[in-house]
């Protein structure tokens, strides 16, 4: 055979560009393969900014495992409970973050480090602008309790308030909750601190106002949670929350989203109501100082 034919050079030329073009094709083949696809939830509206910092939280603690994870919105928006549903079923939802019940504890797997730096149990109110002066002589719970508040009818804050003789008037959906208000169907809607900056911004033909006189306090958590056989992946989370708690990457990215917000609230001023939170369960690292956030800090 003559191997210095110009014809027979070609052809090997040829059959090297295919298994080479072959490799490449297996080695990204197997490149995408290795990726771990977790899917989270798609923000509530079009409006709703909040869940960009428990999706960059979740992206930073999972990028401290030294595994392949790959973030994905799911198409679809669902409820709290649905969601929830969907992560205990294992259908198309691996990760969801929610307020911690002793409920939720049995059907899902929590990873016990508190997300929100228990900054969910810190309340202020979005208020009609016009009605300050309803709350600005309340100091206690039962004078607060006379009026009436809006939360989801879903939400485990219903059942926290309501234990505690809150007048609720609860609503199937989120933004539902705002148009409620500026209908005077309610008189205020408690929101945490990660939240109600946001949202106010978010609503700006509703004629709101943040209420600037009180601070709703219950002990709470909201945890990442995920189906009870895929341990790996809570793992992984918690391996990842512990270690951006003790390099600071943790609370950077926190004070990133949230300082302005605290800072504005000017909670040092306020009239801070303590109320019981039944759901809380027993396992919750109360003691764990470094993961809550207290309104002593310096912001």
Not at 123 to 129: C, D, G, K, P, V
Not at 236 to 242: A, F, M, P, V
Not at 267 to 275: A, D, E, M, P
């Amino acid at each position: 055979m003559n191997w210095n034919s110009p014809l027979l050079q070609s052809f090997c030329r040829t059959l090297g560009l295919v298994f080479s073009g072959l490799g490449l094709f297996f080695i990204n083949f197997a490149s995408a393969a290795e990726h771990i696809i977790v899917h989270y939830p798609r923000a509530e509206s079009a409006t709703d900014d909040r869940v960009y910092y428990y999706s960059q939280l979740l992206a930073l603690c999972l990028a401290k495992s030294g595994k392949p994870y790959q973030l994905e919105p799911t198409p679809f928006h669902t409820e709290q409970e649905r969601g929830m549903r969907l992560v205990e079923a294992n259908q198309g939802l691996e990760v969801t973050w929610t307020f911690t019940t002793s409920a939720r504890e049995e059907k899902l797997l929590p990873i016990r480090i508190p997300i929100d730096r228990g900054l969910f149990g810190w309340r202020l109110f979005l208020i009609q602008a016009k009605d300050q002066t309803l709350f600005s002589s309340l100091e206690t719970a039962e004078q607060l309790a006379t009026l009436r508040a809006g939360q989801g009818h879903d939400w485990p804050d219903t059942q926290i308030l309501q234990a505690n003789n809150f007048l609720i008037s609860g609503s199937s959906t989120y933004e539902g909750l705002f148009d409620m208000l500026a209908r005077n169907h309610i008189q205020y809607f408690p929101r945490s601190l990660l939240e109600i900056e946001l949202e106010l911004k978010a609503h700006p033909n509703h004629g709101l106002a943040i209420e600037s006189n009180l601070l709703l306090h219950y002990p709470t958590a909201l945890y990442y949670f995920v189906n009870k056989k895929n341990r790996a992946l809570a793992e992984d989370i918690e391996k990842g929350l512990l270690l951006a708690i003790n390099d600071g990457s943790f609370k950077k990215l926190f004070e990133h989203h949230f300082s302005e917000t605290i800072r504005k609230s000017n909670l040092n001023q306020r009239k801070i109501i303590h109320i019981n939170n039944p759901l809380l369960p027993s396992r919750t690292p109360l003691s764990e100082k470094s993961f809550w956030f207290s309104p002593e800090e310096n912001y």
